[in-house]
């Protein structure tokens, strides 16, 4: 989900091309893969010898976990957990930089002229004291919640599963998803991908945000419709955006969503993007291959029910 480790555009990373993937998932036992790696089911029809498939990454939207299942039974493994804090720290940045228009002011002190432009540009909002809605309260959003707690923030959240426990140990409410953005002044996404999350933010749903609310998304970009959130931005229903995933990534630097000066964008899943995080990242996809191949469990199986396919057995 949220902040995932992904390709980087520019020249330096890439997904490879698709021959490359044939050729892999023709002749090895094993491969880690990332976020930008689509691995669909014709890709994994060409598994003659694949036994895993690793990773980099907490979402595995990615991957055809049913194709991968289906064929012989090829584990999915993929890296949890470990970025849960720097995707929190992110979330907890991004409603600052909005609520202080820090990204505008920079903006403005670089242009120059910015004391001519004083007065109401650079009024933003309080965080104190503020009411911060989480829409999905897995484990970045319980991270979140902590943090927020902090800035002795109001914390209300909807998940598809309750959590009463974690309810009681952070003081927070649970609310109906259509509560939760009422009342909120800052909503945040970080809710799991999944056909039923698509769009769940949409026209409808963005119209019940308050006027001077925020809205910001760190788990995937079709949670929210783009097209409904330019709209909302347009016409005001919404005080502004931060995001950290988009629909279509790498987002074009012509789009519609880079024209507002209330709007924060990052390059794509820079959520875990932390030295710490990468690398425990990369120890458990490489300790999730190895653990299969010497007939060991992994760390984090996104595919359990493929233990009764294919009984773990020592392939190295």
Same mark, same amino acid.
């Given at each position: 989900?949220?902040?995932?480790?992904?390709?980087?555009?520019?020249?330096? &990373?890439?997904?490879?091309?698709?021959?490359?993937?044939?050729? /892999?998932?023709?002749?090895?036992?094993?491969?880690?893969?990332?976020?930008?790696?689509?691995?669909? @089911?014709?890709?994994?029809?060409?598994?003659?010898?694949?036994?895993?498939?690793?990773?980099?990454?907490?979402?595995?939207?990615?991957?055809?976990?049913?194709?991968?299942?289906?064929? *012989?039974?090829?584990?999915?493994?993929?890296?949890?957990?470990?970025? /849960?804090?720097?995707?929190?720290?992110?979330?907890?940045?991004?409603?600052?930089?909005?609520?202080?228009?820090?990204?505008?002011?920079?903006?403005?002190? @670089?242009?120059?002229?910015?004391?001519?432009?004083?007065?109401?540009?650079?009024?933003?909002?309080?965080?104190?004291?503020?009411?911060?809605?989480?829409?999905?309260?897995?484990?970045?959003?319980?991270?979140?919640?902590?943090?927020?707690?902090?800035?002795?923030?109001?914390?209300?959240?909807?998940? %598809?599963?309750?959590?009463?426990?974690?309810?009681?140990?952070?003081?927070?409410?649970? %609310?109906?998803?259509?509560?939760?953005?009422?009342?909120?002044?800052?909503?945040?996404?970080?809710?799991?991908?999944?056909?039923?999350?698509?769009?769940?933010?949409?026209?409808?749903?963005?119209?019940?945000?308050?006027?001077?609310?925020?809205?910001?998304?760190?788990?995937?970009?079709?949670?929210?419709?783009?097209?409904?959130?330019?709209?909302?931005?347009?016409?005001?229903?919404?005080?502004?955006?931060?995001?950290?995933?988009?629909?279509?990534?790498?987002?074009?630097?012509?789009?519609?969503?880079?024209?507002?000066?209330?709007?924060?964008?990052?390059?794509?899943?820079?959520?875990?993007?932390?030295?710490?995080?990468?690398? %425990?990242?990369?120890?458990?996809?490489? @300790?999730?291959?190895?653990?299969?191949?010497? *007939?060991? @469990?992994?760390?984090?199986?996104?595919?359990?029910?493929?233990?009764?396919?294919?009984?773990? &057995?020592?392939?190295?």
């Amino acid at each position: 989900m949220e902040g995932d480790g992904g390709p980087m555009w520019g020249g330096r &990373q890439a997904s490879p091309p698709r021959e490359v993937w044939i050729d /892999v998932f023709k002749n090895c036992t094993g491969a880690i893969v990332t976020l930008g790696d689509i691995i669909d @089911r014709s890709l994994i029809n060409e598994a003659d010898k694949l036994f895993i498939i690793s990773t980099y990454s907490v979402g595995v939207d990615h991957i055809d976990v049913k194709a991968a299942t289906e064929k *012989g039974g090829i584990y999915v493994t993929h890296t949890p957990e470990v970025l /849960v804090e720097a995707v929190a720290d992110l979330a907890m940045g991004l409603l600052i930089a909005l609520a202080r228009k820090i990204v505008l002011g920079d903006k403005l002190i @670089r242009e120059g002229g910015i004391y001519d432009k004083w007065g109401g540009w650079l009024l933003g909002s309080e965080v104190h004291g503020a009411t911060l809605g989480i829409i999905g309260l897995g484990n970045i959003g319980t991270a979140l919640a902590r943090r927020a707690k902090a800035f002795d923030m109001k914390v209300i959240y909807w998940s %598809r599963t309750r959590k009463p426990h974690i309810e009681f140990a952070l003081g927070i409410e649970y %609310r109906p998803l259509e509560s939760v953005l009422t009342e909120s002044d800052f909503v945040v996404i970080t809710v799991a991908a999944t056909p039923e999350t698509r769009h769940l933010i949409n026209e409808e749903r963005l119209r019940l945000m308050k006027k001077t609310a925020y809205l910001i998304n760190v788990a995937r970009g079709d949670i929210v419709d783009t097209n409904a959130l330019v709209k909302a931005l347009k016409e005001g229903w919404i005080a502004g955006a931060a995001l950290d995933v988009y629909e279509e990534e790498p987002l074009p630097s012509t789009h519609e969503l880079t024209k507002f000066d209330n709007v924060v964008l990052t390059p794509p899943h820079i959520g875990s993007a932390t030295y710490e995080t990468r690398e %425990r990242m990369a120890e458990v996809a490489v @300790r999730n291959l190895i653990n299969v191949l010497m *007939g060991k @469990r992994p760390l984090y199986l996104a595919n359990p029910e493929v233990l009764s396919i294919r009984p773990l &057995q020592a392939l190295i």
